[in-house]
């Protein structure tokens, strides 16, 4: 007898467990200063803590994407539920850097376990316009979440509630998502092929996959380079770090949840190179703005950003869609990678701009307003290239259809 697929159920429950995501990376943003201050850490150590949360996305990313279809989604999850828990325990008893750099890494892993489970899971849900629709409504919930996020950690820091007391509040959505999930049936493998871990590896050596897979690494890290630091890089510019963090996503958010027609009518290259636009325009607003206007520069780089991740993710799933769900956990895990790596060089920018600035004189806000639109200003490197690269993406791809395209 053939169950039936709760679809509805299966796509909540995945969106509970990206705000989880979405928490634990806002909340750490949020306490960040506080956990500086508490264990005595350097921003370039605070940027090792960060890229633990980076590293240990892609390991069970690729790791997921490898045995999806022989472990199954619904035990990927129960990894996820089990490593996120490990992961909110060990930070509340960090004694100092270690603890946090490992509590960290088990965060980071179930957050990849996440992604690897639903991103496929989704994929073999629906499909053509449907699965582009879903899959930004999906991934509207990572930036949703952080506006949440953000908002509360800001709310808890005004009002004098210590970190501790911050990270319990990500154990909400964890257990939310897991009872959700309990017992519901999960669907089969919809793309012919794409369960062959061969045809799988055989159709990522395609050039549009290699193609996207360089792009991936330069679309994560002009998105989550400039968020991850708001708190710190922007506390001196006059704007609260995450107030514009919540801005941010907030707009992502809503940017997302229509991005059926925005794709429909731009195509996904389209708005690739135009999100990479706006994305440069943003940073380099940011690197000059004080005051109110860094909440204008928000809204820009939000716009470029926003369609990133789901639209990278949506390409393969149609462009490449024998890549199957080892493809697009592969891509999603390069993107972590790649943030994980530039999370410390971005610090160590901070620290040395910090040096260089004292030296020229500076103290204070100013000292720190000038260290950060320095660093932000060598962020505007990503997206830069970006421009470049989806104007050849773009071009390539004119009269190419999608290898997917009819609905289920």
């Given amino acids: 007898m053939t169950q039936t697929i709760n679809k509805g159920a299966l796509f909540n429950a995945s969106c509970l ?7 634990t990376f806002a909340i750490r943003a949020g306490i960040l200063p506080q956990l500086g201050e508490e264990f005595g850490l350097s921003a370039e150590q605070l940027g090792f803590i960060n890229s633990m949360w980076f590293l240990g996305f892609p390991i069970s990313m690729i790791l997921g994407g490898l045995f999806y279809h022989t472990v199954g989604p619904k035990n990927i999850m129960t990894i996820a539920f089990i490593t996120h828990t490990l992961g909110i325990l060990l930070t509340l008893y960090a004694g100092g850097y270690t603890t946090l750099l490992i509590s960290t890494l088990f965060i980071g892993f179930g957050n990849g376990c996440t992604e690897a489970a639903c991103n496929p899971m989704i994929a073999d849900m629906y499909s053509g316009t449907t699965l582009n629709k879903m899959l930004n409504r999906f991934h509207m919930w990572f930036p949703g979440g952080i506006v949440l996020g953000s908002l509360i950690s800001k709310f808890m820091t ?217 660093t932000l200003q060598k962020m505007l490197l990503f997206p830069g290239l970006l421009i470049v690269l989806f104007i050849i993406f773009f071009i390539w791809q004119k009269n190419s259809k999608p290898a997917v395209s009819a609905a289920h």
Avoid at 17 to 23: D, E, G, H, K, Q
């Fill in 158 to 374: 005004d009002f004098g509630m210590g970190w501790e007391a911050q990270i319990w509040v990500m154990m909400i959505p964890t257990v939310a998502y897991a009872v959700l999930f309990f017992g519901k049936t999960f669907p089969k493998p919809a793309v012919e092929g794409s369960t062959s871990i061969a045809s799988n590896l055989k159709a990522m050596v395609s050039p549009v996959y290699l193609f996207l897979f360089v792009c991936m690494a330069f679309t994560a890290i002009s998105e989550f380079g400039p968020q991850q630091w708001a708190n710190i890089v922007l506390s001196s510019t006059g704007a609260s770090g995450m107030l514009i963090l919540a801005l941010t996503t907030g707009v992502m958010a809503v940017g997302r949840f229509f991005a059926g027609p925005v794709v429909g009518k731009l195509g996904q290259t389209g708005v690739l190179l135009g999100g990479a636009i706006f994305a440069t325009v943003g940073i380099y607003m940011f690197s000059v703005v004080t005051g109110p206007m860094a909440y204008v520069a928000a809204v820009v780089f939000a716009i470029g950003v926003c369609y990133f991740w789901p639209v990278m993710i949506g390409s393969v799933a149609q462009r490449v869609p024998l890549s199957g769900a080892l493809g697009m956990s592969i891509l999603g895990g390069l993107g972590m990678f790649s943030t994980a790596i530039f999370q410390p060089i971005i610090g160590s920018w901070i620290d040395s701009s910090r040096i260089s600035q004292a030296a020229a004189g500076l103290t204070g806000d100013a000292l720190e307003l000038a260290a950060g639109q320095e």
């Fill in 17 to 23: 467990a990206l705000i989880t995501t979405a928490f």
